[in-house]
């Protein structure tokens, strides 16, 4: 029996399963039966693993390759690589979903949806024709509640130097996993020049495409793409001020950190009653753990290309900015190493241990907003610890 006719005798629909190809490698035992595959999709890896009432390729052939899928997420078609989706996702078709991705419940993009090494806490929402790789995005309190990217937008995560240490934060972790936060809304037809910050409750207008950080929330912001005409000479090669860039994408670390001891910690007991929900919280630290691999990368890159920056020995005004970094970077890579390496193990509390041990093991979303405030409070206090102590780093 080939692993298309063990599927289907676990109860798999293949609507036309002449057209289906199943890889070897796939485990028959973690798709779930019920799931409904549609024709010209093909699956595979030994870990995909597809829970109860998915839909794939309703719209168009899907490819599925070692990703994880809770319970009634629909992949309408595209690619989809290394990635976990928990229950309720929804993609349109023609995605293209690359590794490190992590959606959470609820959380969805439209049509024609690029992403990799992004992070949607529930209920976030992409229109269409979008490219939003490098980011965690969050905030929001329920499905008409949400923080939404609206169509046409990009995340710009390329410099002309060169490098990808451009990861953008839009809301954050030791707030945005307690579901309780204004959303933001990142205006269509726009964009988002990483690395930046948002705040929660932020409105990004349609058309415009944002550089910089917005540290107040509840703020409508909009600003002249650029202030006047440029014509003048640049080197590629040449670096100016880091100082902000180097902050934010420790911050983003922090905040990757904190998420992987929020799914250690408090999210574990809900993602154990069934092997499909136990893949996904597997899933979700192994995309974590690729995040922050790529982001150690993206920084070790920028300190050699600010190294060589300083060898063109130009005119720079924030020549000592970038001496020290390049300074201190041997010290800062191992100190994030060792976080990186040390999270399974770090402390927890014991007023966190006494409020995980008191939380019901079903309904995470609705357990999480049913927390007290004093409560809600102690949580976000706790996880704030790791971009606290990420951030201060830098100095």
Same mark, same amino acid.
């Given at each position: 029996?080939?692993?298309?006719?063990?599927?289907?005798?676990r109860?798999?629909?293949?609507?036309?399963?002449?057209?289906?190809?199943?890889?070897?490698?796939?485990?028959?035992?973690r798709?779930?039966?019920?799931?409904?595959?549609?024709?010209g999709?093909?699956?595979?890896?030994?870990?995909l693993s597809?829970?109860?009432?998915?839909?794939?390729?309703?719209?168009a052939?899907?490819?599925?390759?070692?990703?994880?899928?809770?319970?009634?997420?629909?992949?309408?078609?595209?690619?989809?690589?290394?990635?976990?989706?928990?229950?309720?996702?929804?993609?349109?078709?023609?995605?293209?979903?690359?590794?490190?991705?992590?959606?959470?419940?609820?959380?969805?993009i439209?049509?024609t949806?690029?992403?990799?090494?992004?992070?949607?806490?529930?209920?976030?929402?992409?229109?269409?024709?979008?490219?939003?790789?490098?980011?965690?995005?969050?905030?929001?309190?329920?499905?008409?509640n949400?923080?939404?990217?609206?169509?046409?937008?990009?995340?710009?995560?390329?410099?002309?130097?060169?490098?990808?240490?451009?990861?953008?934060?839009?809301?954050?972790?030791?707030?945005?996993?307690l579901?309780?936060?204004?959303?933001?809304?990142?205006?269509?037809?726009?964009?988002?020049?990483?690395?930046?910050?948002?705040?929660?409750?932020?409105?990004?207008?349609?058309?415009?495409?944002?550089?910089?950080?917005?540290?107040?929330?509840?703020?409508?912001?909009?600003?002249?793409?650029?202030?006047?005409?440029?014509?003048?000479?640049?080197?590629?090669?040449?670096?100016?001020?880091?100082?902000?860039?180097?902050?934010?994408?420790?911050?983003?670390?922090?905040?990757?950190?904190?998420?992987?001891?929020?799914?250690?910690?408090?999210r574990?007991?809900?993602?154990?009653?069934d092997?499909?929900?136990?893949?996904?919280?597997?899933?979700?630290?192994?995309?974590?753990?690729?995040?922050?691999?790529?982001?150690?990368?993206?920084l070790?890159?920028?300190?050699?290309?600010?190294?060589?920056?300083?060898?063109?020995? &130009? @005119?720079?005004? %924030?020549e000592?900015?970038?001496? #020290?970094?390049? +300074? $201190?970077? !041997? =010290?800062?890579?191992? /100190? *994030?190493?060792?976080?990186?390496?040390a999270?399974?193990?770090?402390?927890?509390?014991?007023?966190?241990?006494?409020?995980?041990?008191?939380?019901?093991?079903?309904e995470?979303?609705?357990?999480?907003?049913? &927390? @007290?405030?004093? %409560?809600?409070?102690?949580?976000? #206090?706790?996880? +704030? $610890?790791? !971009? =606290?102590?990420?951030? /201060? *780093?830098?100095?």
């Open positions: 029996m080939n692993p298309l006719q063990h599927l289907q005798s109860g798999v629909t293949f609507l036309a399963p002449e057209t289906t190809y199943v890889a070897a490698d796939v485990n028959p035992e798709v779930a039966p019920g799931v409904t595959v549609h024709p999709c093909r699956l595979g890896g030994a870990e597809i829970g109860p009432g998915c839909v794939i390729g309703a719209e052939p899907a490819t599925v390759v070692n990703c994880q899928l809770g319970a009634k997420v629909h992949l309408a078609g595209g690619f989809f690589d290394h990635a976990t989706f928990l229950d309720g996702f929804k993609a349109g078709s023609g995605a293209h979903v690359r590794p490190g991705c992590l959606f959470e419940e609820e959380s969805s439209a049509h949806v690029g992403v990799k090494q992004t992070v949607f806490l529930p209920w976030v929402a992409s229109g269409s024709l979008i490219n939003f790789c490098d980011c965690l995005m969050a905030g929001g309190t329920g499905r008409k949400h923080s939404e990217i609206g169509s046409s937008y990009i995340h710009f995560n390329f410099t002309p130097h060169q490098d990808k240490a451009t990861a953008s934060l839009i809301g954050d972790v030791p707030r945005g996993v579901l309780n936060q204004p959303p933001i809304f990142l205006g269509g037809q726009g964009g988002l020049v990483g690395p930046c910050v948002i705040e929660y409750g932020t409105v990004i207008p349609a058309g415009q495409v944002w550089r910089g950080d917005v540290a107040e929330p509840g703020r409508l912001v909009a600003k002249p793409s650029l202030r006047s005409t440029i014509n003048t000479p640049y080197d590629p090669r040449q670096y100016h001020g880091i100082t902000r860039v180097v902050r934010n994408n420790l911050l983003y670390v922090g905040n990757i950190l904190a998420l992987d001891l929020w799914y250690r910690v408090i574990n007991p809900f993602m154990q009653a092997p499909y929900q136990s893949a996904c919280h597997a899933g979700a630290r192994r995309r974590l753990a690729e995040i922050l691999d790529e982001r150690l990368s993206r070790d890159e920028l300190a050699t290309k600010v190294a060589q920056s300083l060898a063109l020995a &130009l @005119p720079d005004p %924030a000592a900015e970038h001496r #020290a970094f390049v +300074a $201190a970077w !041997p =010290a800062m890579k191992e /100190a *994030l190493a060792g976080q990186l390496a999270r399974a193990a770090a402390a927890v509390p014991e007023a966190v241990q006494v409020l995980a041990a008191s939380l019901p093991q079903t995470y979303l609705k357990a999480i907003q049913s &927390l @007290p405030p004093e %409560a809600a409070q102690t949580l976000a #206090a706790w996880l +704030a $610890a790791c !971009p =606290a102590a990420t951030a /201060a *780093l830098q100095g």
